[in-house]
């Protein structure tokens, strides 16, 4: 007699790769990252990345029992995006912001469409941007960021602001100066001079690798995004060509136009390693489901990227730009994708 | 020796060939019944010439072909013709087949050999005597070989690959008879070059087999013409058009076949059959099947004669069938299909036997999360993700635009997708049913 078999369509076996698996390597390369978060901005950022996660399981739940879907919390992928998302904020951004964030990214960013897979735009970044319109002195006021710890910058004579994050030092007080000299004064112009110079030097350079300079609580240490960064690759659970691409348009584009002395005099070094750039290009731009899935696909989307944020920061009112840059080329995806197809084995 | 090549895609499943690599080749004793279906090839189904109570020896012919495209078929064990009618196939269907009860004797046919050399027979005669013999591709599609052999005027043949690649998990058929037959083996494709009026020939195989490779290289020697190719162990190595883009770097052009670069590939079994069927007239009578697995009592090679019972071949060598075998592969476990029973047999394109013990392996079900590993796997550069979704939705046009008829179901895309979707079986659907509509529009 025969024993009951199992009859199902071919392959009859499979790699070991899952979803859950993925989402854990992710926050496995994050905890470096967080750690540093804990150290250089201390006990509120424990708290909002806590609540950041607590509220954007919760709300998967709740939306998921709304929507008479079956109860799938336990891919791990809203822990990701409450880590992400507790990363955009300022350290003394209240508890509450996290979780109102939280609750945004994942019910109107991704429960609305479907829930996992089915989201168009980064949940996180989505998130960020809506508390950004929402309440955009506690997100982005200079005045709530921590000093540096090195006290750089500290000691040039400028109003305030020596506690802003550099690119919005850069655009709020030394781009201001440079462009009206003559109302500003002598002092403060030699002042802006000095401190361009400062943030040329090595010593500068190191402040913002390891993180020691202000900003979002999650994207200041360059080398704790990359440590993250070189574990996902090594896994395979992000593709190399969304940082490199983004990261070398910025790198290329920022040398062209960034400089304030003409073309070809940007600082790329104080690009690529300031602001959101290495936390985006990173963990947020290589969001598997809201970026292309063809290899063409993927530079475009990249270099799109990378293209958007430069315009921003230089030509555009925020100082940073990576948020929004990403959040455009999600929204070109699925036609990226259409786009570049391959060409099929034996096409033309 | 050429170094190692290989081509775009593919996947690296867990080999598992040690559990049978170094079981020489047994043959099994004929079994007491067998059921040999009338339809096991592409092509015209077969006429049987035999009615039930017929007497039969092994090599009788029991079916004549209807058309070009078709190849007899013949007895596997002598004695009396039981039936003929519909028995289960392995497809789940049920299929016209002659069924023959043994008489426990083996009484053989008398084959006939060629007068002289086999050098001296024409390229339509040694065709004839392939025909004859009931040879099929032996790799799995089973596509009458003589027809394959003689490709149209104009399609000239420059290159013949010989497909020792096995690039399943699990099958060693392929490699243990390349180890045990080496002369022949080279023999019958010097025969198959000749008859292609061909030149060059390639060897190809997998660089885990090294012991094959040697063996190889030293049988071939100084052939002219003649090489041992090393592919990259990868899965779909061995798909047709995967050794073709690796060896020579030409693809065949969407909708074509291989000849239409100049290229024809065979597998090592057919080759062997080759040999036999032109040296001593001996018809395509039995297959070396692995039999693998996990928590089998006697795995290996086995040489089983065309239509031996699945159920039949288990009790012969575990001593019978346990309970907790969970799920039966015919072939490889990337492209074999899982049989519904054990009452089915094996067929002339059968290569192996993959039991697999319960629980069986279910992939979970999620979302596509567009990681893109399927797009990257692929071997014939589709977009096996945007496919699955199309065929779900029933959007055919766009099934047809993305080239759905192109997919050779390898199962690549499946075994990589993390969310474990089944990309194969929708892509299987969509393409069935893209093919299909153009065979209704045209009526």
């Known amino acids: 007699m025969s024993p009951t078999l199992n009859v199902s369509s071919s392959p009859h076996i499979y790699s070991s790769e899952s979803i859950p698996k993925i989402m854990i390597g992710v926050v496995l390369s994050l905890v470096p990252a967080t750690l540093g978060a804990v150290y250089f901005f201390g006990l509120n950022a424990v708290v909002l990345i806590v609540m950041a996660v607590a509220s954007a399981v919760g709300t998967e739940a709740l939306c998921q029992k709304l929507r008479g879907a079956p109860l799938k919390i336990d891919d791990f992928s809203a822990v990701v995006t409450g880590i992400l998302l507790a990363f955009n904020l ?31 735009w980064n949940p996180a970044l989505a998130g960020r941007a809506f508390l950004l319109a929402s309440w955009p002195t506690s997100m982005i006021s200079s005045a709530d960021f921590p000093a540096p710890r090195d006290g750089s910058l500290s000691g040039l004579k400028l109003d305030a602001l020596t506690q802003a994050t550099p690119l919005q030092f850069i655009k709020n007080v030394i781009g201001p100066l440079l462009k009206e000299p003559g109302e500003a004064g002598a002092a403060k112009l030699e002042a802006a001079h000095q401190a361009l110079a400062q ?34 690759l090594v896994k395979g659970y992000i593709d190399w060509r969304v940082p490199v691409g983004f990261i070398g348009t910025v790198a290329l584009l920022a040398w062209i136009f960034g400089g304030p002395q003409g073309y070809f ?17 990173i963990f947020m731009a290589t969001d598997m489901v809201t970026s292309p899935v063809t290899r063409k696909g993927k530079w475009v989307f990249a270099v799109g990227c990378g293209a958007i944020t430069v315009l921003i920061r230089i030509k555009g009112g925020y100082p940073e730009g990576v948020s929004y840059a990403i959040l455009l080329m999600n929204t070109a995806t699925p036609l990226i994708d259409a786009y570049t197809k391959p060409k099929v084995y034996g096409g033309k | 020796m050429l170094k190692i090549a290989t081509f775009k895609g593919g996947v690296h499943p867990p080999d598992s060939k040690e559990i049978t690599r170094d079981r020489k080749v047994e043959p099994l004793t004929p079994p007491a019944k067998v059921v040999l279906p009338l339809q096991q090839h592409i092509g015209a189904p077969l006429e049987p010439v035999v009615a039930p109570g017929d007497l039969v020896k092994v090599g009788t012919l029991i079916a004549k072909p209807t058309g070009f495209v078709s190849v007899p078929l013949h007895a596997t064990v002598s004695g009396k013709v039981k039936s003929v009618g519909e028995e289960m196939h392995p497809a789940g269907v049920r299929m016209q087949s002659v069924v023959i009860e043994s008489d426990g004797q083996d009484a053989w046919e008398e084959f006939i050999a060629p007068a002289g050399d086999w050098s001296a027979l024409t390229a339509e005669e040694l065709k004839k005597r392939i025909q004859e013999a009931g040879i099929v591709g032996l790799g799995g599609a089973a596509f009458p070989t ?42 019958g494709m010097q025969m198959i070059a000749r008859i292609l009026g061909c030149e060059r020939v390639l060897v190809a195989v997998e660089t885990n087999k090294p012991e094959a490779i040697q063996a ?109 075998i969970g799920k039966v592969v015919m072939g490889g476990p990337m492209m074999g299909i899982a049989l519904p029973g054990l009452d089915v047999p094996v067929l002339k394109g059968t290569n192996g036997l993959v039991i697999f013990r319960n629980p069986v392996a279910v992939a979970p079900h999620h979302p596509c999360i567009r990681c893109g590993k399927c797009v990257d796997s692929c071997p014939v550069r589709l977009m096996p993700c945007e496919l699955a979704l199309f065929a779900e939705n029933e959007r055919w046009e766009k099934c047809r635009e993305y080239f759905a008829k192109d997919c050779i179901e390898c199962g690549s895309c499946s075994y990589t997708c993390p969310a474990g979707r089944n990309l194969v079986q929708l892509i299987r659907y969509g393409k069935f049913t893209v093919m299909n509509q153009g065979r209704l529009q045209k009526k």
């Open chain 1, 90 to 120: 300022p350290s003394n951004a209240p508890w509450w912001m996290a979780i109102v964030g939280s609750a945004f990214a994942i019910a109107v960013a991704k429960e609305v469409f479907g829930g996992i897979g089915f989201n168009i």
């Open chain 1, 199 to 232: 943030m040329s030097t090595a010593s500068y350079y190191g402040s913002l690798f390891w993180g020691q300079v202000g900003g979002v609580i999650g994207e200041t240490s360059a080398a704790l995004l990359i440590l993250g960064g070189v574990f996902l």
């Open chain 1, 265 to 281: 005099t940007g600082n790329v070094l104080f690009h690529v390693l300031s602001g959101g750039l290495l936390l985006g290009a």
């Open chain 2, 146 to 187: 003589h027809v394959k052999l003689s490709p149209p005027a104009g399609k000239k043949i420059d290159t013949f690959i010989l497909n020792c690649a096995e690039c399943e998990p699990y099958l060693t058929a392929d490699y243990r008879q390349t180890l045990e037959r080496t002369g022949e083996l080279v023999t």
């Open chain 2, 216 to 324: 190889l290289d030293q049988a071939v020697g100084d052939l002219a013409g003649f090489e041992v190719a090393p592919v990259e162990t990868k899965y779909p190595q061995g798909g047709e058009k995967q050794l073709i883009q690796a060896l020579t770097d030409r693809e065949v052009p969407t909708g074509g076949l291989p000849m239409d670069v100049g290229c024809l590939v065979q597998n090592v079994s057919t080759a062997l059959s080759v040999f036999d069927a032109v040296t001593r007239g001996r018809p395509l009578l039995d297959k070396v099947v692995t039999l693998t697995g996990q928590g089998l009592k006697n795995p290996g090679n086995y040489l089983v004669r065309v239509g031996m019972l699945v159920q039949d071949l288990l009790a012969a060598v575990e001593g019978g069938i346990d309970e907790e």
